[in-house]
T-cell receptor, first 112, second 118 residues
């Protein structure tokens, strides 16, 4: 099956710093999604990307769909304590590989 | 517009007991999903339903059954619970259909059910 490698596994940063995390795939994806999960809650969709090269922002968050269609990154600028959580990437292939594949997540801790 | 709702929020079972987890969505979505989330394992797909009356096995279907009652509701049943089924269960839905092109599988998740099997 398809595999997603998400890195880093965890990050511990100071408030105000910028954050970058990425996902790489062994196969081509048609859709990339980024989710955030806070403790005790379900994943919440942050950004959806549907075209190679697409760069999309949502407030302080920016995500890009890699040109090769095998990677995506998420940047968070000027982090704040409420950015704490687990960030997941997910990718969807084409044809028979249409089920979403999830990365294992990046745990972000922000020190005030 | 409540999105995806799940009941119950918490449940404790004894080994061998049965129970059904309920999920409903009010977004008129075609596809619905059940995942389990365990530490270090990420989200793993249990079952999937592309439309009312159709279901498909995911990565970890053993020990579970599902029922797509109508377009809104998708339930997950544990017939004989085992300690290995202790987990957090998430339901999700999306507009995606494998029979229609041009719609990505953008999934929206419920708040989860935290299940402990003793």
């Amino acid at each position: 099956g398809q595999q997603l490698n998400q890195s880093p596994q965890s990050m511990f940063i100071q408030e105000g710093e910028d954050v970058s995390m990425n996902c790489t795939s062994s196969s081509i994806f048609n859709t990339w999604l980024w989710y955030k999960q806070e403790p005790g809650e379900g994943p919440v969709l942050l950004i959806a990307l549907y075209k190679a090269g697409e760069l999309t922002s949502n407030g302080r968050l920016t995500a890009q769909f890699g040109i090769t269609r095998k990677d995506s990154f998420l940047n968070i600028s000027a982090s704040i304590p409420s950015d704490v959580g687990i960030y997941f990437c997910a990718g969807q292939g084409g044809g028979s590989n249409y089920k979403l594949t999830f990365g294992k997540g990046t745990l972000l801790t922000v020190n005030p | 517009n409540a999105g995806v709702t799940q009941t119950p929020k918490f449940q404790v079972l004894k080994t061998g007991q049965s129970m059904t987890l309920q999920c409903a969505q009010d977004m008129n979505h075609n596809s619905m999903y059940w995942y389990r989330q365990d530490p270090g394992m990420g989200l793993r797909l249990i079952y999937y339903s592309a439309s009312e009356g159709t279901t498909d096995k995911g990565e970890v279907p053993n020990g579970y059954n599902v029922s797509r009652l109508n377009k809104r509701e998708f339930s997950l049943r544990l017939e004989s619970a085992a300690p290995s089924q202790t987990s957090v269960y998430f339901c999700a839905s999306s507009e995606f259909s494998p029979w229609a092109s041009g719609i990505g599988d953008t999934q929206y998740f419920g708040p989860g059910t935290r299940l402990t099997v003793l």
